[in-house]
C-alpha cells in the first residue's frame, strides 16, 4: 500500500474521480499548469486538459459564482480557495447562493460544489493565510462541512463527498499537509461523511478535536497517559452533519469532555458541541465541558505560538475536568 | 487582444409609430411569433395591473411591475429550449414566453402549495428548471458568473446550447458584474449578457451608477462587443440579441446588450417614485411604449384587429381570475416541508427540529400572502 501526505491523497482522489467520471472539473487560482499552490492538483492540468482544470481569473466570487453555474447544468464542479482565509469574497455566492439553490429553487436545483480549501495555523502565515472559518460555514444551512486530518481520510472522504449531491466546504488542515503520512489503498474507496472516528479508547475523559488539532489532542492523550489518566479521543472528521451518537456514546463513557479547535473561542463549535452535550447528557457528566481554543483576537503573526492550542493546554484542562 | 467593437450609437429598427426606420435590418421574425409576442406582451401587462391590484388590496405581499420595458424580456427570442436563462426579477414577458404559465406564475407570487418553489421565496422569485430558467436572486448581480460557469460547462459538454443572463444597469456596479463579464471573456463561454438599462436603480439614477457614456462600453474591458439597443423597440431588441446568441453558439464568445428602457413605474409595490423623480418624466417615456410600437408595426403589417386584442385581454383577464381563485383556494406547503431540500436527505438535527415543531402547537400566519 503506497504512503502518502495529506496532499498527494487529495490529488489520488481528484485524480482518480476525474478518470472515473467526466463531468467532474477542478477551477481555481494556479490549479492548472502549476498544479496549484499546495500541489494538490498536480498533474491534472496533463491529464485532462485546460478544459477541465481550468485556471481561472484571480476573483474567488468569480470562482465559486462560475462553479455554482457549472454544477446547476450538471457538472461536479470542485473549485479550490487558495486559502480559507481568502474565501470572504466569494462568501454570499456560497452563502446566499451554493447553499441555498437546492432549498429556494424548491428542491429544483441541487448544486453539487466541493469547495476545497486549505485553512488553519501554524505556518507562519499571519492573520490572511492562518484562519479557521469553519463555524461560519456550519451555521450556514446547506452546507456539509468536512476536514480530514489524515491522508486515508482525506481522500476517502473527498471521494464521498464528489459522489453526493449537497454542496460541501472540504477544508484542508494546510499545517499537517506534509506531517501527516500514511498508509492509503491506491484503489478506489470511501469514508463515509457523518461518522467520527474512535482515534483511541479511554475510559476518564473525551477529547473532541478534527483536522490539525487532532494530532494535538493524541499528544494530549499521550502526555495524560504518562501522568495516570485515561484519555478517549474523537476525530470528529464531519463537523456538518456531525456524528452525535460517537460524541454522545464516548461522553457517556468518560462522563468528562474537552473540546479542542483553533479557531476563536466565541461562538466556535466547540459551544455548539458542548451545549448539546450537556442538553442530552448533563447527568453523565462529572465535571463541566472545558473548551481549548484559539482567543477571540485576530490570527496574529509573531506569537502564533502563543494562539495556537497544544497539547500541554490540553492536558491542563483535562486535569481541570478531574480536579472539578 | 482581441479586437473588439463597441455600438455606442443605439441600433434601431422602429420608429415611435411602429415604421421600420429607413435602412434598418429587420429580423426574420415570422408573422405568427410577431402575433404570440403581442400577445404576451400584453399578458404581462394584464398581468402586472392586475397583481399590483391585489396587492394594493392587501391580497399580496410584494409586487414588481416591468411596464414600459416589456420589449427587453424578448432577447430571448433567439433561444432554443435546451439553452438556459439566468433572469433578474423583472423579465416576467421571457419566462412566459417559455413557457411559464399564468398559474405557476401566480402560485409562486401566493406561496401555495402549487408553487414550483414550494413556498421558499418571496413573490417574484419564479424557478423552472423544466424550462432551464434558473432561480432569481434578491442579491443583485449574483446570476451574473452563475450564468457564466453554466455557459463555461456548455462548452466544455461539446454542445452549442447558449446562456443568458438578464439584470439591471445598477447591477453594472457589483464586482459580480465586472467578475462575470472576464471570466466569460476569457474563457470565451457562450453567453449574453443583457443590461436592462432602465434608469433607476430603486432610487438612484444612471449617472450617480456609472460615469461612463454607456453602459455597453464596458464590454470592451472583458474583450467582448457591447451593443446599445433600443430596448423598447422589438425588432431590434431581437435583431441584436439574434447577433449575439449566433455569436455564441458559433463559438465565438459573449456579447454584452445594453437595453436602453425606462421604468415607467415604481421599483416595487414598496417603492413611491414621486420623492425622487420628475413626475412629468414618465409621461415622455410613454410616448415610446414598446406595445404601442408593436402594435403599430403590426397595423403597417396588416396584421392588427383590434377586436382581436380585445379578445386577448379578455382571455388574459379571464386565466387570471381563474389563476386567482385557485391558488386562493390552495392551502400553505405543509407544515413538515420547511426542513425538505436543506439537503437531499434529512440529517439528524433536522429529523430532531422537525419532530420538535410537530409537535408544536400550530400558528397562524399574520399574512394573507
Known amino acids: 500500500m503506497p504512503t502518502m501526505n495529506i496532499i498527494q491523497a487529495v490529488n489520488d482522489a481528484l485524480r482518480l474521480e476525474m478518470a472515473r467520471e467526466p463531468k467532474v472539473v477542478v477551477l481555481g487560482e494556479d490549479v492548472g499548469k502549476f498544479g496549484g499552490v499546495f500541489r494538490a492538483t498536480s498533474g491534472l492540468y496533463e491529464e485532462f486538459g485546460p478544459e477541465r482544470v481550468i485556471d481561472t481569473p484571480l476573483a474567488e466570487a468569480g470562482i465559486i459564482g462560475t462553479a455554482v453555474g457549472m454544477a ?253 | 487582444m482581441v479586437a473588439v467593437h463597441l455600438q455606442d450609437d443605439l441600433r434601431r429598427v422602429l420608429d415611435e409609430d411602429g415604421r421600420v426606420i429607413k435602412g434598418a ?148 456596479s457589483t464586482g459580480e458584474f465586472h467578475v462575470g463579464m472576464n471570466f466569460a471573456g476569457v474563457h470565451k463561454a457562450p453567453v449574453v449578457f443583457v443590461c436592462r438599462n432602465n434608469g433607476y436603480a430603486i432610487s438612484v439614477p444612471i449617472e450617480k451608477q456609472t460615469a461612463a457614456k454607456t453602459f455597453a462600453s464596458k464590454a470592451v474591458g472583458y474583450g467582448m462587443p457591447g451593443v446599445r439597443v433600443d430596448g423598447n423597440d422589438i425588432l431590434a431588441v431581437i435583431q441584436v440579441s439574434m447577433e449575439a446568441v449566433d455569436r455564441a453558439r458559433a463559438g465565438d464568445g459573449p456579447t454584452m446588450i445594453e437595453a436602453l428602457t425606462y421604468r415607467r413605474e415604481g421599483h416595487s409595490s414598496s417603492d413611491d417614485p414621486s420623492v425622487y423623480r420628475d413626475p412629468n418624466e414618465p409621461e415622455t417615456w410613454g410616448k415610446k411604449d414598446p406595445l404601442n410600437r408593436l402594435r403599430g408595426y403590426l397595423k403597417h403589417r396588416g396584421l392588427y384587429d383590434e377586436q382581436a386584442e380585445k379578445q386577448i385581454i379578455e382571455r388574459h383577464n379571464e386565466a387570471i381570475t381563474a389563476a386567482l381563485a385557485r391558488a386562493d383556494s390552495l392551502g400553505a406547503p405543509p407544515v413538515e416541508s420547511l426542513f425538505d431540500d436543506v439537503y437531499e436527505e434529512l440529517p439528524w438535527h433536522l429529523v430532531e427540529q422537525r419532530q420538535y415543531l410537530m409537535a408544536q402547537p400550530r400558528t397562524r400566519s399574520p399574512h394573507k400572502h
Open chain 1, 72 to 324: 446547476l447544468y450538471g457538472m461536479r464542479a470542485v473549485p479550490e480557495i487558495q486559502f480559507a482565509d481568502f474565501i470572504f469574497p466569494a462568501f454570499d455566492q456560497i452563502v446566499n447562493e451554493l447553499a441555498k439553490f437546492r432549498y429556494r429553487s424548491g428542491g429544483q436545483y441541487p448544486c453539487p460544489v466541493v469547495i476545497r480549501t486549505p485553512y488553519g495555523g501554524g505556518i507562519r502565515g499571519g492573520h490572511y493565510h492562518s484562519q479557521s472559518p469553519e463555524a461560519m460555514f456550519i451555521h450556514t444551512a446547506g452546507l456539509k462541512v468536512v476536514i480530514p486530518s489524515n491522508p486515508y481520510d482525506a481522500k476517502g472522504m473527498l471521494l464521498s463527498c464528489l459522489r453526493q449531491n449537497d454542496p460541501v466546504i472540504f477544508m484542508e488542515p494546510k499545517r499537517i499537509y506534509r506531517a501527516a503520512r500514511g498508509d492509503v489503498p491506491a484503489e478506489d474507496y470511501i469514508v463515509p461523511l457523518g461518522q467520527a472516528k474512535v482515534v483511541r479508547e479511554g475510559d476518564q475523559v473525551t477529547l473532541i478535536a478534527y483536522g490539525a488539532m487532532v494530532p494535538v489532542i493524541e499528544e494530549a492523550a499521550d502526555k495524560a497517559a504518562a501522568q495516570g489518566i485515561s484519555c478517549e479521543t474523537l476525530d470528529l472528521r464531519t463537523l456538518m452533519p456531525y456524528d452525535i451518537d460517537t460524541i454522545l456514546a464516548s461522553v457517556k463513557k468518560t462522563g468528562r469532555a474537552v473540546v479542542v479547535h483553533e479557531a476563536p473561542r466565541t461562538c466556535g463549535f466547540g459551544g455548539e458541541l458542548a451545549a448539546t452535550i450537556y442538553e442530552r447528557a448533563m447527568e453523565y457528566l462529572e465535571a463541566p465541558i472545558q473548551r481549548v481554543t484559539g482567543f477571540d483576537t485576530p490570527f496574529p503573526y509573531s506569537l502564533e505560538h502563543e494562539y495556537m492550542p497544544n497539547a500541554d493546554r490540553v492536558v491542563g484542562a483535562v486535569r481541570a475536568t478531574l480536579e472539578w
Open chain 2, 25 to 172: 435590418q429587420v429580423p426574420p421574425v415570422p408573422d405568427e411569433d410577431l402575433l404570440r409576442i403581442f400577445d404576451t406582451m400584453t399578458l404581462v401587462r394584464v398581468m402586472d395591473d392586475r397583481m399590483m391590484k391585489i396587492q394594493r388590496q392587501g391580497r399580496l405581499g410584494f409586487y414588481m411591475k416591468s411596464i414600459g420595458e416589456e420589449a427587453s424580456h424578448f432577447a430571448v427570442y433567439p433561444l432554443r429550449k435546451t439553452d438556459w436563462v439566468f433572469p433578474s426579477y423583472r423579465e416576467q414577458g421571457a419566462w412566459f414566453w417559455a413557457g411559464y404559465s399564468v398559474e405557476n406564475y401566480i402560485d409562486q407570487l401566493f406561496g401555495n402549495e402549487a408553487d414550483p418553489t414550494k413556498g421558499r421565496q418571496m413573490p417574484v422569485h419564479h424557478s423552472a428548471s423544466w424550462l432551464n430558467y434558473v432561480s432569481i436572486s434578491s442579491p443583485v448581480g449574483t446570476q451574473i458568473p452563475q450564468a457564466v460557469g453554466t455557459a463555461m460547462a456548455m462548452k466544455i459538454s461539446g454542445t452549442d446550447e447558449v446562456c443568458m443572463t438578464y439584470f439591471g444597469e445598477g447591477t453594472s
